[in-house]
Antibody, heavy 122, light 114 residues
Framework: EVQLVQSGAEVKEPGESLKISCEASGYSFTNYWIGWVRQMPEKGLEWMGIIYPGDSDTRYSPSFQGQVTISADKSITTAYLQWSGLKASDTAMYYC???????????????WGQGTMVTVSS | DIVMTQSPDSLAVSLGERATINCKSSQSVLSSSNNKNYLAWYQQKPGQPPKLLIYWASTRESGVPDRFSGSGSGTDFTLSISSLQAEDVAVYYCQQYYSTPPHTFGQGTKLEIK
């Protein structure tokens, strides 16, 4: 089955670091980009960035550049989103998603993970 | 960045009636090289990830009921639901995926039953 399975919910304190994961299965992981989308509580969708696991080429939204790091480990078909110093404003649901067209960034997302809720609170 | 603006923010429609959601981009998302509009529509129900409904502005994703249709070109787009069903209650988002990222989303339109 083609799917993206994300790691579980996290509760962290401000200033802590965090790395959440998105494990892909059922398709050629290195041939499709994987993106990350943020959804703050009761808010809309925000495109954060995207990575091509084949060569780790990564593109960030200017809004998130320098705030997060996107990476991938093709040996275990897993993409990651990480923070080095969380803020309360990072509290959100985070989704990974795969474009529908192989090898393309210019494509709608047709495959989504179930989401990882990150709560940052003291 | 391309700004996507949806209207209305919320909408209440009677069962069996037509629902129409609009999406406007701050610049054209029509490619002159292939004549395709780089515009998608998603449906998000509470507690679920978004689901792709429409891509290339008017191509229905496999398995999406044919009561959903997309239209428009350039900067102005519409998602229509021809005969609203109870299961269509959701928030709907448009997204442009034209040129350099970020591939921005509209703010969302909440669709309810009247």
């Amino acid at each position: 089955e083609v799917q993206l399975v994300q790691s579980g919910a996290e509760v962290k304190e401000p200033g802590e670091s965090l790395k959440i994961s998105c494990e892909a299965s059922g398709y050629s992981f290195t041939n499709y980009w994987i993106g990350w989308v943020r959804q703050m509580p009761e808010k809309g969708l925000e495109w954060m960035g995207i990575i091509y696991p084949g060569d780790s080429d990564t593109r960030y939204s200017p809004s998130f550049q320098g705030q997060v790091t996107i990476s991938a480990d093709k040996s275990i078909t897993t993409a990651y989103l990480q923070w080095s110093g969380l803020k309360a404003s990072d509290t959100a649901m985070y989704y990974c998603a795969r474009p529908r067209i192989v090898g393309a960034t210019l494509s709608a997302f047709d495959l989504w993970g179930q989401g990882t809720m990150v709560t940052v609170s003291s | 960045d391309i700004v996507m603006t949806q209207s209305p923010d919320s909408l209440a429609v009677s069962l069996g009636e037509r629902a129409t959601i609009n999406c406007k981009s701050s610049q054209s998302v029509l490619s002159s090289s292939n004549n395709k509009n780089y515009l998608a529509w998603y449906q998000q129900k509470p507690g679920q990830p978004p689901k792709l409904l429409i891509y290339w502005a008017s191509t229905r994703e496999s398995g999406v009921p044919d009561r959903f249709s997309g239209s428009g070109s350039g900067t102005d787009f519409t998602l229509s639901i021809s005969s609203l069903q109870a299961e269509d209650v959701a928030v709907y988002y448009c997204q442009q995926y034209y040129s350099t990222p970020p591939h921005t989303f509209g703010q969302g339109t909440k669709l309810e039953i009247k």
